[in-house]
């Protein structure tokens, strides 16, 4: 502290004495961000004391030359105090209360001396946030309540930091992808006319009434400079819009934009009066950065809008996509992409949906794809996913324009193969691909070949190039390609699966769940013809060893196994089943988690709904005797007893392959009949249970908002998600096969299993088990329904 504040310290030494203060302020930043030490609150006096002073000090010396980018020694110090002031401000408010005048006048005074220059950026951001924090809250509210200082927060903060500068022009011309997310994305370089829009919001929580009638007296200023002369004032209006932006929305979120506005703003008035003609200009390199703010106006209150508004706005946007200004035609696409997912409040159905889409189609599409097939723009995520969002809105009538856009996105990717950057650019390319798969061969299957025919070239120069950030997507549109295929099995797919049967293919963790998905659609399509007349069924099996080995690929594994049972039966497996069954249990042996035996648990039930219960016990029995019981005993039911929700098709298995075990003597007579009511009341709370809403997504979504999440390598598609489907569509009725197998089991044994039930529900262990769920009530309300008796 003395160093900072005594004058006498030669002016060359000081700067590397400013940066210590910086780092020790950094520092306590880091011993107080995630719990504040007691020891800081007793000595706070302390702490304010020397950081007051350093928001005080200046040094004539120590001037930031204007031409220079980077802060001084000075601004940098300062920035760091206010955001440790910041922290305390928003963590210990009671605490900090009596220091809070003083250093909101001292940053007050900082922002009011902070020059438009560059290398002022970050104090002035930093700054407006602290502002931003303390104005928006009650407790605060009596050094805001004076009009005048509100006046002057406006007045001398907000619209000097919101003005367009000569260094916002430039990145706005030259570096359009940082300028795009700092303004639309709001990335972690906070810029200064977004703090002070955020502290504008701020004010009009609690002084919304006021704030908004000052806003109203700098805009009608503000746009007759502009009338007065647009070429030369042209900034004036973009500081309009931005205070309108800024006072007029009361809530808001990224995903559904608008939904309460600030009703002392008549938004309609201003988008009719400076908004419209702004987009109506026909001259797209005329005053960009007013088109770029009036396009972003358009997506904000999308909502706001009505169709017969959103009709006439349309075509205004797709003719802004023809703007040469990446950020304007950027901003065009997004604007597109945000106003295909509004929905009507009352119908929750698209307002812009297919209907009003059609007679646009063919702009829209030239004008998206004339952007990302220029090789001298980078690949724009916004314009591939306005194109996708396009896609899914249209649904079947893509068949018309199938062909063309397709021979559109493979040319794309065959562009971006050779050096891909942009991995949401590439995600929103493949879920283009996807959603118009889906969208064209959900309704025609025939149309398969013909998507065989366009896809398969590009997809095997991905694979054959190694391109590894695409070979994920490409095995997960194979896999839907095949799926939706209703013909035999084609000759380019045949000739495709030996190779993804390589070893090195599953060395890729990113790879795993696509090839897996790939390998069940062949099972499911030609599983009997490739695993026994090809004689792949022992890579098939390698692989299935493979995955279960692992923690992190067993999912995989049971899937694989699931599917290769479905396909061939038994019959198919006889000959490895018992080596197949030695490898699960040596895994649960060796490597037991909840987890683990979830999936066997299923797996078994699978097993016995689609070969019955006396296969299972008859495989296991062959490698122990009693080792069916053992498992049923110490395994399974516990595991039932212990879960609760399964998605619908999993409980579907559970309840049909324990209602088929149950019948069987040797289970009914096991250990005196104890393992077996436990079994039913088990059952019976899976009936009870609540069914998990995880089913993929597959149906009609095409408002669908994609959510990326990113891995080392491997991202879902989301429109090649498959549905999670019924795996025992030969049992329509669940409810009434347990029905029945319960009367047959007690007719067996009359009054005997009765009252082994009765005592079983009783018991406190199974109670606690089954929580909520009432297995006797719902054991009550199957006999009533099936009319079955027990006694």
Request: glycine share 6%; charged share 20%; aromatic share 8%.
């Amino acid at each position: 502290s003395n160093m900072a504040t005594n004058p006498s310290c030669p002016a060359a030494a000081l700067p590397s004495h400013l940066e210590s203060l910086r780092l020790i302020c950094r520092i306590w930043f880091s011993l107080n961000w995630l719990d504040l030490p007691e020891y800081f609150e007793d000595h706070m006096k302390e702490w304010m004391d020397e950081f007051a002073k350093f928001l005080s000090y200046e040094n004539p010396n120590l001037e930031v030359d204007e031409d220079e980018p980077e802060p001084g020694p000075i601004q940098k110090l300062q920035a760091a105090v206010i955001e440790d002031i910041n922290l305390y401000a928003n963590r210990d408010e009671e605490t900090f209360h009596p220091f809070l005048p003083n250093f909101a006048q001292l940053v007050w005074n900082l922002l009011l001396k902070c020059k438009p220059q560059t290398n002022f950026d970050n104090l002035t951001t930093t700054s407006l946030k602290f502002l931003a924090s303390i104005v928006a809250k009650k407790l605060h509210e009596n050094l805001f309540s004076d009009p005048n200082t509100l006046r002057q927060i406006v007045s001398n903060i907000v619209i000097p930091n919101i003005a367009v500068r000569e260094s916002d022009v430039e990145q706005f011309e030259d570096d359009p992808s940082d300028y795009i997310l700092a303004d639309m994305e709001g990335s972690d370089s906070e810029t200064r006319r977004r703090c002070s829009i955020d502290l504008l919001r701020a004010m009009c929580r609690n002084y919304e009434q006021q704030a908004t009638a000052i806003v109203k007296e700098h805009l009608q200023t503000l746009l007759t400079n502009f009338t007065n002369d647009p070429v030369n004032n042209w900034g004036q209006k973009d500081a309009a819009i931005l205070l309108v932006l800024a006072v007029s929305v009361r809530k808001e979120s990224a995903m559904g934009g608008v939904s309460e506005v600030n009703d002392q703003i008549d938004v309609m008035e201003f988008f009719t009066s400076q908004i419209l003609p702004e987009l109506n200009e026909p001259n797209m390199s005329a005053r960009p950065m007013l088109k770029a703010d009036a396009v972003k106006f358009v997506s904000t209150f999308r909502n706001q809008f009505t169709v017969e508004h959103l009709r006439h706005l349309f075509p205004l946007l797709i003719n802004h996509l023809g703007a040469p200004n990446i950020v304007v035609h950027t901003y065009a696409a997004a604007a597109i992409e945000k106003i295909l997912t509004v929905k009507d409040k009352q119908t929750r159905q698209l307002k812009f949906g297919k209907a009003e889409l059609r007679p646009s189609l063919e702009g829209m599409f030239g004008g998206l794809f004339a952007i990302v097939e220029n090789a001298e723009l980078s690949e724009n995520e916004y314009v591939m996913k306005a194109t996708m969002r396009a896609l899914a809105v249209i649904k079947e009538e893509a068949v018309a324009v199938t062909e063309m856009i397709i021979g559109k996105l493979t040319g794309i990717l065959g562009r971006v193969c050779k050096n891909p950057q942009n991995p949401h650019f590439n995600h929103y390319l493949f879920e283009s691909i996807a959603v118009l798969v889906r969208s064209v061969c959900s309704t025609n299957a025939s149309y398969v070949a013909s998507f065989e025919g366009l896809l398969f070239p590009p997809f095997q120069h991905v694979l054959q190039m190694e391109v590894t950030e695409f070979i994920p997507y490409v095995f997960q549109v194979l896999a839907q390609l095949l799926e939706y295929s209703t013909g035999d099995l084609s000759s380019a797919y045949e000739s495709l699966f030996q190779p993804l049967l390589t070893p090195t293919l599953w060395e890729s963790k990113g790879n795993i769940p696509g090839l897996t998905r790939l390998i069940c659609a062949y099972m499911g399509k030609a599983g009997r013809k490739l695993c026994i007349q090809g004689n792949f069924l022992m890579g098939v099996l390698g692989v299935f060893q493979k995955l279960i080995s692992s923690k992190a690929n067993e999912a995989y594994g049971f899937q694989l196994l699931g599917a290769l049972v479905e396909s061939l039966g038994m019959e198919g497996l006889q000959n490895h089943i018992v080596e197949v069954f030695n490898i699960l249990l040596m895994r649960l042996q060796k490597g037991k988690t909840a987890r683990y035996v979830r999936h066997i648990c299923l797996f078994f039930s699978f097993l016995v709904s689609k070969c019955g219960a006396a296969t299972w016990l008859q495989i296991l029995n062959s490698i122990q005797p009693g080792l069916g019981g053992m498992l049923l005993n110490q395994i399974w039911i516990p595991c039932v007893l212990k879960e609760s929700v399964f998605n619908k098709s999993d409980n579907k298995v559970m309840v049909v392959g324990m209602t088929m075990l149950m019948k069987e003597a040797e289970i009914i007579n096991l250990d005196g009949g104890k393992p077996w009511t436990q079994m039913v009341a088990g059952t019976l709370k899976l009936v009870g249970s609540g069914v998990a809403d995880n089913d993929s997504k597959g149906g009609d979504d095409g408002d669908l908002e994609i959510e990326i999440s990113f891995d080392s390598s491997f991202s879902k598609l989301n429109f090649a998600g498959k549905p999670v489907a019924d795996r025992l569509p030969e049992v329509p009725d669940k409810e009434a096969l347990l029905a029945k197998n319960l009367g047959e089991c007690c007719a067996s044994k009359p009054g005997a299993l009765v009252g082994l039930l009765q005592a079983t529900f009783q018991d406190q262990a199974v109670a606690e088990a089954c929580g909520e769920v009432k297995v006797e009530a719902i054991l009550q309300q199957l006999i009533q329904k099936y009319n079955v008796n027990l006694s």
